[in-house]
């Protein structure tokens, strides 16, 4: 492996296993540092929009009313209830981070009828539930953004996030570096949580 200052090797520090086997330096960057990158293009996609609905109207490129017409594994659903159903957040926050979603294409908690919010709160219950059992979450941050003023990617379908806490999970890499570590791939978290469902 090439050494050069700064690399774990050059100071007497095992390598790390998951070390590049050569690393390159690009031309330009000056003197390089201690730090390995972590990089995340994946992220851009969110970043510009990318499959962001067009319109506030159902069915016109709106993710939600889309995820329901494929298989579970391919739409990265949970699990199905009558009035909504849990999908993995394909641009999670922590890990098994789920969305709690009705199929019905409205924006405004004030406008779900009374199966929707009882299915909405039974489903969030539930994801509670098969979380702890697969991750042991010592917490969860559940919510949901009302209107693009508010947060929402996508205000014209309303979803309710879920995102599972742990001691210590917010560390330097969100609060400095605006980076998450994800250490599984979402098609295996999505298949623990559907077998873990109450």
């Known amino acids: 492996m090439t050494e050069h200052p700064g690399h774990p090797s050059a100071a007497g ?15 330009g960057v000056g003197v390089p540092d201690p730090f390995m990158r972590l990089w995340t293009p994946h992220r851009m996609a969110y ?7 067009t319109s506030a109207a159902a069915g016109s490129g709106c993710p939600f009313c889309r995820l329901p017409s494929l298989p ?3 739409a990265l659903i949970v699990h199905r209830g009558d009035a909504a159903y849990a999908v993995l957040n394909l641009y999670p926050y922590n890990p098994g981070h789920l969305m709690v979603v009705p199929y019905r ?22 994801a509670m539930h098969a979380v702890r059992t697969v ?4 917490g969860f941050n559940i919510g949901m953004n009302q ?9 014209a379908h309303l979803h309710q996030h879920v995102v599972p806490r742990w001691a210590g999970d917010t560390n330097f890499m969100p ?4 980076t998450k570590v994800l250490p599984q791939l979402l098609s295996d978290t999505r298949a ?5 469902w109450p």
């Open 13 to 27: 520090v095992p390598e790390s296993p998951y070390a590049p086997e050569e690393l390159v330096q690009q031309d």
């Open 135 to 138: 991750s042991a979450a010592h």
């Open 192 to 196: 623990l949580l559907a077998k873990s």
């Open 72 to 74: 579970d594994a391919d």
């Open 175 to 178: 609060a400095i570096a605006h």
């Open 147 to 155: 209107g693009e003023i508010a947060g929402a990617g996508i205000a």
């Open 47 to 53: 970043i510009e929009g990318e499959n962001k609905p």
């Open 105 to 126: 294409h409205v924006a405004d908690y004030t406008e779900l009828t009374d199966a929707e919010v009882t299915d909405l709160a039974a489903l969030t219950q539930q």
